[in-house]
């Protein structure tokens, strides 16, 4: 069974940079796209942006400019910083697993299928 | 980016109930790639449905998904004592994946 842990601090000044961690047990980090969600009361769910394996990185347009994804492949992790943070990026940060599942129909399923528990980060002076 | 939108925001309903919540995207969503979760309070949201109507290994028959196009739904027939929870439509057809915003099954 996969399982995800985020780690990292759970209070970050403004204008500093948020970093979290996310280890990966019960399975390999290879071979699938690893995403960061968080969940804040005025915007509910948001995805945040994903990394594969090869450290290839997709970020949702709303957050490009100040997000960095990394991996790590021999810890089986992968981090998220997210700079010049504000009380606005104080929300639980989740990191989950892309599943995708192919048919013998070749039709292709994409969904989060493992998340982490969740870290609590709040932005605050 | 493709907005989803629940309806209702809460459902109040008795254990025994049949719920019916509603998705709606602002663009086409290809059914592979429309899944629900749901959330139970202080928990990370899990998987239920996948591909618009096909159940996550483990979901009980009393969850099924319906749909296509624009209008999504997912139905409990029977409510059970833990089903009551919040519970979120989202679609990877279209970068960057978005979620609805959320519809709360509460215990009337």
């Known amino acids: 069974q996969v399982q995800l842990q985020e780690s990292g601090p759970g209070l970050v000044k403004p204008s500093e940079t948020l970093s979290l961690t996310c280890s990966v047990s019960?399975?390999?980090?290879?071979?699938?796209?690893w995403s960061w969600i968080r969940q804040s009361a005025g915007k509910g769910l948001e995805w945040i942006g994903r990394?594969?394996?090869?450290?290839?990185?997709n970020y949702n347009p709303s957050l490009k400019s100040r997000v960095t994804m990394s991996v790590d492949t021999s810890k089986n992790q992968f981090s998220l910083k997210l700079r010049s943070v504000t009380a606005a990026d104080t929300a639980i940060y989740y990191c989950a697993r892309d599943g995708t599942y192919c048919s013998s129909s070749n039709i292709c399923y994409k969904y989060f299928d493992y998340w982490g528990q969740g870290a609590q980060v709040t932005v605050s002076s | 980016e493709i907005v989803l939108t629940q309806s209702p925001g809460t459902l109040s309903l008795s254990p025994g109930e049949r719920a019916t919540l509603s998705c709606r995207a602002s663009q086409s969503v290809s059914n592979s790639y429309l899944a629900w979760y749901q959330q139970k309070s202080g928990q990370a949201p899990s998987l239920l449905i996948y591909?618009?109507?096909s159940r996550d290994t483990g979901i009980p028959d009393r969850f099924s998904g319906s749909g296509s196009g624009t209008d999504f739904t997912l139905t409990i027939s029977r409510l059970e004592p833990e089903d009551f929870a919040v519970y979120y439509c989202?679609?990877?057809?279209?970068?960057?994946?978005?979620f609805g915003q959320g519809t709360k099954v509460e215990i009337k």
């Open positions: 591909g618009a109507s």
């Open positions: 019960g399975g390999s980090i290879n071979s699938y796209y």
């Open positions: 990394i594969y394996m090869s450290g290839s990185t």
């Open positions: 989202q679609q990877f057809g279209s970068s960057p994946p978005t």
